[in-house]
């Protein structure tokens, strides 16, 4: 079976897709990606690349086609606009012309945002006569109100009718969370078929550690630590954490918070931190994601945060995977499906999205837990993520549904010769 995988994001950055693309290869599927020029998360292109022209590499024996793409620089929305737009526009005009004579089975979309870079592949679909799965990652475009990311109301109709054409375009919408189902059949007026499919857990092969990883592990095992790792954005209600942290350093509780990653409230951040003068939080910078096991791992818990908003109650962060197959306690600081989650596996403890006082009382009641309760929730945890989320049970999954997909396009197909 031959699939070609379209996402803007893709090798060397960091995404999940990569291992998932390993794992296709391995169950015997033929993988062409096409994909833009690296440039996330630092906005600028990686080292050996040119934002322009096209490009054709391998990757594990993976053939990979790049086309153009737009740097999107650091906290520039024009930028970053240009970026989302770029890809889309090379995907449907220079794509075509690098896959020339080329025949798909099926076309998949991995979509983390934007969503409307599903757009070119509808186009690329059609000129391969494959049926087309489109893997979302966020609700478009409620994620964008929520965010505050596009604030004009005639903004979001018009991207949400582009959403709408987008899946009633597409044979197959993949969700990671089964939340996701009502908004895209409201959105498509029941038309969508849509299937449940979560993110993996993914275990990459463990790199040299520097001094630098090994070093933070063991500031983090010195105490009781709260490791929270990822995007430092708008969505992850970080004012939320620092309350929290404000309230605990109040009472002399001995928790430490690490808030590993970087993002658009990095300086706004550090700004709060010294402005409350906070010594229980600490923002130790990015790391390599095969570096972030070993982290987790001296950890005391894993926290994850979102926003109150009805948007974030649908998603399961792809973080949590992450976490539970860590196999550490995890604190859950929001509402609906990841909470559930979290509470389903007894892998740690939930709060209120939004609620500083929830979250430190949360904290607390695990520093006052002993050893062996927090470790039965960590193999909890462990047990859930191999039951739920392994990565060799999902690709397997994939793969059929990229087969029962080719047959009914088929069947289709015969169906509308006759």
Known sequence: MKVLIFTQYFWPETFGINALTRKLRDEGVEVTVMTGKPNYPEGKMFAGYSAWGTARESYDGIEVLR????????????????????????????????????????????????????LPAIWLARLKCAPLALWVQDLWPESLSATGFIKNQRALDLVAHAVRFIYRHTDRVLVPSAAFRAPILALTEGAADIHYYPNAWIEEPVADTTAD?????????????????????????????????????????????????????????????????????????????????????????????????????LTIPSKIQGYLAAGRPIIA????????????????????????????????????????????????????????????????????QFEELVATHAIQKQEKSR
């Open 67 to 118: 086309v153009p793409l737009f740097p999107r620089g650091k906290q520039s929305p024009l930028r970053l606009l240009l970026n989302y737009l770029s890809f889309i526009m090379a995907g449907a005009v220079v794509g075509p012309w690098m896959l020339r004579r080329r025949s798909f089975d099926a076309v998949f979309v991995y979509a983390p945002s934007p969503l409307l870079q599903a």
């Open 213 to 313: 990883v090994a070093t933070l592990a063991k500031d983090i095992a010195s105490g009781f630590s709260v490791v929270f790792a990822g995007n430092l954005g708008a969505a992850q209600s970080l004012d939320t954490i620092l309350d929290a942290a404000e309230r605990l350093q109040s009472v002399g509780s001995q928790a430490r918070f690490f808030l590993i990653g970087s993002g658009s409230l990095s300086l706004w951040l550090s700004d709060e931190i010294q402005r409350r003068k906070l010594r229980n939080v600490l923002l130790p910078g990015r790391f390599a994601p095969d570096t972030m096991h070993r982290l987790y791992e001296a950890a005391s818990a894993l926290l994850v945060s979102l926003r109150d908003e009805p948007i974030f109650a």
């Open 333 to 400: 600081s929001l509402n609906g499906e990841g909470a559930r989650v979290v509470k389903e596996a007894k892998a740690g403890v939930a709060c209120a999205a939004g609620d500083a006082r929830a979250l430190a009382e949360a904290v607390q009641a695990l520093v006052g837990m002993n050893d062996r309760s927090r470790a039965k929730m960590g193999e909890n945890a462990r047990r859930y993520a191999l039951a739920h989320f392994s990565l060799d049970r999902l690709a397997s999954d994939l793969v059929g």
